[in-house]
């Protein structure tokens, strides 16, 4: 597959006004309270989407995993009902970045653990998904994650160039999208202007982990830094904005929620935070990290060791929504290196 091709800015203005109306389409839009910064939402014409952007505080996986999402509808009559709450209509994702590609795709991977979470293949089954390359800040290290390339799960991918930009046709679906659209073969010229839009962006990124992810999965298997942790959960207030922000956490709570009659109600999912105090507790009172350093360490430990020895990379896309969302200023790179530096000095 993997066609290049060449859409014009009007070209893409006409292509995704047609996506909008064949269709729901979640993309980027301005959030209208603070210009200047977008926000995944459903758009209802071609000239909300905002295609280039640096990030977004939520990160599109709530496409697919909404912050809170009904499960099934529940009568307490004789006999009790449930009725499952299915939603069933197909919809596009648009202007996805490559380390959120990367997300979706560890997301695909946890979820596919047995046993088997049923909501998010379901939900990931319905969608068509249009990447879009991006001009990192300061707070991303997604070259260091291996993510800042990434095209997993997309079945078109755009890179801005001068003429409009490239169009990466990446599965049968993404071909099929364009079927009515005005697009042309790409030439020589802009597949080079996309090639140095990359390294534009590779330039760009000056945050980096100082080590290899096996490296630093070892680092935090084998030495303990139970004084650093402790330095670093004195600045943390335990708010869970670094794991509701991450596009890779995958976390949640289920709850029932009654009607004021008591006749019936919701069984609803809804994101969980580690960082939570009580994420840990159990049935019987206790609670595995009560202390606020167990669960900042569990936090590295979960991303960099756990996971990476689970599925084979640290699930951190290098997005830098954590470290930005952090009213503490607890940088998630500072503090990775932090931990490479006192380990190395101790050997
Ligand atoms: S966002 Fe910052 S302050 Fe809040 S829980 Fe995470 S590390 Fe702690
Ligand atoms: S841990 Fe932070 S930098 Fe890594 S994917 Fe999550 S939000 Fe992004």
Redesign the pocket.
């Known amino acids: 597959m993997a066609a290049e091709l060449l859409m014009t800015p009007y070209a893409m203005d006409r292509f995704m006004g047609r996506l909008i109306a064949e269709g729901p389409v979640m993309g980027p839009r301005d959030r209208r309270v603070q210009p200047g910064f977008v926000k995944f939402e459903w758009l209802s014409s071609a000239d909300e989407l905002v295609l280039e952007y640096t990030t977004t505080t939520i990160p599109p996986k709530k496409a697919f995993f909404p912050p809170r999402q009904p499960l099934f509808e529940f009568e307490l009559s004789e006999p009790p009902t449930i009725t499952a709450v299915q939603e069933a209509t197909p919809f596009t994702l648009v202007g996805v970045h490559p380390c959120d590609l990367a ?1 979706l795709s560890m997301l695909d991977d946890a979820y596919a653990r047995e046993p088997a979470e049923a909501c998010w293949p379901a939900a990931r089954a319905r969608a068509r998904v249009i990447g879009v390359d991006c001009l990192p800040d300061e707070y991303c290290f997604c070259f260091a994650m291996n993510t800042c390339n990434s095209r997993e799960g997309a079945d078109l991918f755009l890179t801005p160039i001068a003429r409009g930009y490239l169009v990466e046709v990446l599965t049968e679906a993404g071909e099929e999208m364009l079927r009515l659209s005005d697009v042309e073969d790409a030439e020589d010229e802009d597949r080079s202007q996309a090639q140095a839009f990359r390294r534009d962006k590779g330039n760009r990124l000056s945050a980096s982990i100082d080590a290899s992810p096996e490296e630093f999965a070892e680092i935090l298997e084998t030495q303990e830094l139970g004084e650093l942790w402790r330095e670093i959960a004195g600045r943390c207030y335990s708010c869970g904005s ?1 794991n509701t ?5 995958f976390c949640f709570d289920i709850n029932d929620e009654f009607d004021l009659g008591l006749t019936g109600g919701q069984r609803v999912r809804t994101w969980d935070s580690c960082q939570l105090q009580e994420f840990a507790l159990v049935a019987g009172g206790h609670n595995f990290r009560r202390i606020r350093w167990q669960r900042v360490r569990h936090r590295w430990h979960r ?1 960099f060791l756990y996971l990476y020895r689970t599925f084979g990379r640290p699930y ?8 930005r969302a952090c009213t503490a200023d607890i940088n ?1 790179v500072d503090v990775s290196n932090e931990v490479i530096a006192r380990a190395r000095g101790r050997v």
Not at 245 to 249: A, V
Not at 316 to 323: D, L, P, W, Y
């Open positions: 997300g670094c922000t991450c596009p890779t956490c991303k951190c896309t290098g997005c830098g929504r954590c470290s998630i």
